[in-house]
Nanobody
Framework: QVQLVESGGGLVQAGDSLRLSCAAS????????MGWFRQAPGKEREFVAG????????DYTDSVKGRFTISRDNAKNTGYLQMNSLKPEDTAVYYC???????????????????WGQGTQVTVSS
């Protein structure tokens, strides 16, 4: 089992940047695929980005491609989501998630991830 703790959220203006971090409690972090999800008020939680165990493969939802970058530092047991050119529609609670997956597979569905952080609020004002 692994515990995940997100940090880095906040209130920013449109066009600004934020970097979210996801700290994992176990040294075996490099055996987990990691994903970032978000949930806006009144909406379902949605996939934002995912990264393979080694960091060699990534996946993004279309609305963040070219603006967000997912990465990880397995030596520090930490994952990141760099968010640039933020828009008001990016406002949401952001969650990191992790689980074992088939090598090279980055699931987009919530049910594929057993471990979740508590979430961090990102608010983008216009």
């Amino acid at each position: 089992q692994v515990q995940l703790v997100e940090s880095g959220g906040g209130l920013v203006q449109a066009g600004d940047s934020l970097r979210l971090s996801c700290a994992a409690s176990r040294r075996t972090f490099n055996t987990y695929t990691m994903g970032w999800f978000r949930q806006a008020p009144g909406k379902e939680r949605e996939f934002v980005a995912g990264i393979s165990r080694s960091g060699g493969s990534t996946d993004y939802t279309d609305s963040v491609k070219g603006r967000f970058t997912i990465s990880r530092d397995n030596a520090k047991n930490t994952g990141y989501l760099q968010m640039n050119s933020l828009k008001p529609e990016d406002t949401a609670v952001y969650y990191c998630a992790a689980d074992y997956t088939v090598v090279g597979v980055i699931p987009r569905r919530e049910s594929a991830y057993a471990y979740w952080g508590q979430g961090t609020q990102v608010t983008v004002s216009s």
